[in-house]
């Protein structure tokens, strides 16, 4: 049994995430969660308070799936970990990422700094392998698993396997 302060997150994140952050009022949410609106405000302050706390429950569960791939010592293993690891998120987890494209475009929220360290890590293990210019590649490989955990969230895994196959092969992992 969720308790209300975990009823008005699971209620925001689903309303921002299919409605964004700025079609979805306190009042909208409150409603939702089962609660009066006064408690959300008792709890996060205002509705920016709200989304905060539901970014720092996001990007703890990002920190949590990076983990293995920042601590990987074996090159291949890495790139391999980065390509698929968009292939092994929960559905249940969705709306957290669903959430996260919609504030890059509407409140220009882009997290790029949390994810730095997963670059980093994929430009030295292409450095590792050997390709010439291995932060460019990290990135460019970056902005694809992007893509494709976009059209995960939009039409199924099934829809991105292809890609998938081909960045394995692509980079011979």
Known sequence: MLDRKEKIIVAALRLFAN????????NKIAKEAG?????????FKNKQGLLDAIL?????????????????????????KSITLPFHSDPKEYDFWRLQFKLKWELEISGKEKMQPMTDK??????????????????LLQHIIESISGGI?????????????????????
Do not use: C, M
Not at 58 to 80: C, G, H, M, R, S
């Open 122 to 139: 994929l430009a030295w293990a292409l450095k590792e392998l050997g390709y010439a210019e291995p932060k460019k590649e990290a990135d």
């Open 56 to 80: 720092q429950q996001a990007f703890e569960k990002a920190a949590i799936l990076y983990a293995d791939i920042i601590t990987e010592q074996n090159p291949k293993q890495v790139i391999w």
């Open 153 to 173: 969230l939009k039409d199924g895994k099934e829809s991105q396997e292809h890609l998938k196959d081909f960045l394995l092969k692509k980079y011979a992992v």
């Open 35 to 43: 609660v009066s609106e006064g408690l959300i405000f008792r709890h």
């Open 19 to 26: 409605n964004g952050y700025n079609g979805v009022s306190t």
